[in-house]
Nanobody
Framework: QVQLVESGGGLVQAGTSLRLSCAAS????????IGWFRQAPGKEREGVSC????????NTADSVKGRFTISRDNAKNTVYLQMNNLKPEDTAVYYC???????????????????WGQGTQVTVSS
């Protein structure tokens, strides 16, 4: 069973940057695609960015493309989300998740992801 812990969230001003980390324990995440998702109050959870098992193939939502970058360090069993030029509409709880039944490419739909972290709050003030 994969256990995930997110960190790096906080309260920041618009235009600044944050880097979120997702550390996996108890089991390696190397074989699996990893995704970052977010959920704002009153809204459905949405896919932000994901990375395939090799780290080379990524998929990023249009709303954050050009501002957010996902990466993974399999040696550290950790996935990162670099968020630049943050906007108030990026305010949400951010979750990382593992799709243990997918091998290879990732998808931005939350449906295939079966292990989730507890989330980290990101609040962007204007």
């Amino acid at each position: 069973q994969v256990q995930l812990v997110e960190s790096g969230g906080g309260l920041v001003q618009a235009g600044t940057s944050l880097r979120l980390s997702c550390a996996a324990s108890s089991e390696t995440i190397t074989p699996y695609p990893i995704g970052w998702f977010r959920q704002a109050p009153g809204k459905e959870r949405e896919g932000v960015s994901c990375v395939g098992r090799s780290g080379g193939a990524t998929n990023t939502a249009d709303s954050v493309k050009g501002r957010f970058t996902i990466s993974r360090d399999n040696a550290k069993n950790t996935v990162y989300l670099q968020m630049n030029n943050l906007k108030p509409e990026d305010t949400a709880v951010y979750y990382c998740a593992v799709a243990s039944r997918l091998f290879g490419l990732c998808v931005l739909s939350p449906n295939p992801y079966d292990y989730w972290g507890q989330g980290t709050q990101v609040t962007v003030s204007s």
